[in-house]
Structures are given as C-alpha cells and as structure tokens.
Nanobody, 123 residues
Framework: QVQLVESGGDLVQSGGSLRLSCTAS????????IAWFRQAPGKEREGVSY????????NYKDSVKDQFIIARDNAKNTVFLQMNSLKPEDTAVYYC????????????????WGQGTRVTVSS
C-alpha cells in the first residue's frame, strides 16, 4: 500500500523552529520528487518547497527561502522540512506530496499525498 505520512506539526511560539517529516511506505522516496504544500485557514493551498528526484535540487517559495530547508534521508525513506524563525503567517496544515515526473508548485501534478500535519505559530 502506497502511503505518505507527515508528522512533526505542533504549536510553537513565534521565532521557534519545527522539523516536519514525510515518511513513505510502499515506495522509495528517492525515486520521486517530493514537495511540501501548506494550507492556511481560509486560504488556498500553496507550494512551499520541493526537492527533485535524482539531482536533489531544492526549490523554495520566495517568502521561505532563508527560513526553511528541505532534505532527504534515504535510509529512513523520509523527507524533512526544517522550519526556522517561524511566524504566525506560517500557521497552516502542511502536506507532503510525491510524484515521479512532476516538479514545481502545481499541486494538480502530484500523485501521492499525505494527510497533513498542523503547524500553529503563536505571536
């Protein structure tokens, strides 16, 4: 069974850090481009970061470029999103998504999705 599971979401104060995890079962993550999306209350889902398969080149939404880091741990079949200097506007449900071909922040192109993990940043 192909499954993605996110974890690591929590309530944190402004300026704090969190590390989100996206762990796969039923397939090998390093063969896929992995993207993180988020959806804030009342807003559309938006792309935050992705890491390409094969090259591991990473890309970020402009507003989080100096704040978030995406990385793979192939031994754990997991992709992490390290989030630093968190702000209240980072509050959202964060989703990871996987696809063998897609890249970028068009969420319609990704095949596999996790259930999401909630991040709340208090001011």
């Amino acid at each position: 069974q192909v499954q993605l599971v996110e974890s690591g979401g929590d309530l944190v104060q402004s300026g704090g850090s969190l590390r989100l995890s996206c762990t796969a079962s039923g397939f090998t993550l390093d063969q896929y481009t992995i993207a993180w999306f988020r959806q804030a209350p009342g807003k559309e889902r938006e792309g935050v970061s992705y890491i390409l398969r094969a090259t591991n080149v990473a890309n970020y939404k402009d507003s989080v470029k100096d704040q978030f880091i995406i990385a793979r741990d192939n031994a754990k079949n997991t992709v992490f999103l390290q989030m630093n200097s968190l702000k209240p506007e980072d509050t959202a449900v964060y989703y990871c998504a996987a696809d063998r071909i897609a890249h970028g922040f068009d969420d319609t192109l990704y095949t596999y999705w996790g259930q999401g993990t909630r991040v709340t940043v208090s001011s």
